[in-house]
């Protein structure tokens, strides 16, 4: 038997519960995990309260991401004993996740666990912050260098947009970070490295076709009108780094950014990665990011706080990274 967050549904409503499951109900996979931490982000916050429609397929197990140890391995690339790492990949959504004390997954979907990192300081890195070198790593590759001006986060309180501004000034760049609770947030991100707080409030005017240029790169993690304004004011030969559809799927915007600024635009999935740069990009966090990220930027809670958590993190009471400790 082992303990988990389990998430039924009685009547179309989504009922949570810290239970004890047998081993045998575990779905199939070729590695098995002793979990030593999860992470809770908005996504897992709405699993978990039945607020969005996340999870189709019940009894599930919540929790996007895990690190952990192999217990158990049909894939030579795993021993037993080994650290690994798994982010994406649909855990927590179709395949139960990270919020239990077992995990039965597929090896391909896990990632050693890099030299300089343990198994709770992953998680607070988590699939945000994979994401976040994902995007800041496109801007690199793109050519963009520190000299060439500032670089905007927009939803920079989030997970990815937190860690995208701890990365980019750890290399360098000076960053404009946006939120819509300055007042709250300004100080913690100024603290990660932003170099200047703007209020989301100043990009929420629809976008004129082309705009005064402003920034050098970008890093979105709110698509739509927003991601259209962020366009509109990119210097000559900018790169976003798009990721986030929190502002929605439609994208109000014209080609002018692209073909009279030569603006680029990169879409970035923690999911749609070869196994070679996700393994790359994990190895990069191990060495970018400041001891002091971790103790600013995420708070550990206990799996039997994990309910209560995500309610708050759905009514907005809880910003930044939440480690999951089963």
Not at 43 to 64: E, R, S, W
Not at 316 to 321: L, V
Request: contains cysteine; hydrophobic residues 40%.
């Amino acid at each position: 038997m082992f303990k988990a967050l389990l998430l039924n549904q009685e009547d179309k409503k989504t009922i949570a519960t810290i239970s004890q499951i047998d081993e045998s109900q575990l779905p199939e996979g070729n590695v098995k995990i002793d979990v030593k931490y999860s992470s809770l982000n908005y996504k897992d916050g709405l699993a978990i309260t039945g607020k969005g429609k996340i999870i189709h397929n019940f009894p599930m197990v919540p929790g996007i991401d895990l690190s952990g140890v192999v217990s158990q391995s049909d894939d030579p690339r795993y021993k037993e004993g080994d650290g690994v790492v798994l982010t994406g990949w649909g855990v927590g959504e179709n395949h139960w996740g990270g919020m239990a004390e077992k995990a039965s997954l597929n090896g391909d979907w896990l990632v050693p666990l890099p030299a300089g990192l343990d198994a709770e300081k992953v998680m607070a890195i988590g699939t945000a912050g994979f994401t976040a070198m994902l995007c800041v790593q496109a801007i690199v590759d793109a050519g963009v260098k520190p000299e060439d001006g500032e670089v905007l986060v927009t939803g920079a309180s989030g997970g990815v947009g937190s860690v995208s501004v701890t990365l980019l000034n750890q290399l360098g760049y000076k960053v404009a970070a946006v939120t819509g609770r300055a007042s709250e947030n300004g100080e913690l991100l100024t603290s990660l490295g932003a170099s200047r707080i703007v209020e989301r409030s100043e990009l929420e005017e629809p976008a004129k076709p082309l705009e005064r240029q402003v920034w050098a790169a970008a890093v979105d993690t709110v698509g739509s009108k927003l991601l259209a304004k962020v366009l509109a004011q990119m210097n000559y030969n900018g790169v976003v780094a798009a990721c986030g559809l929190a502002g929605g799927f439609d994208l109000p915007t014209t080609v002018m950014p692209f073909i009279l600024r030569n603006v680029r635009l990169q879409g970035v999935d923690s999911v749609m990665c070869p196994r070679e740069k996700r393994v790359k990009a994990w190895e990069q966090l191990a060495t970018l990011l400041p001891e002091s990220y971790y103790a600013q930027a995420s708070k550990t809670m206990a799996l039997e706080d994990a309910i209560q958590a995500a309610e708050d993190i759905t009514n907005g009471a809880i910003t930044g990274r939440v480690t999951i400790k089963i």
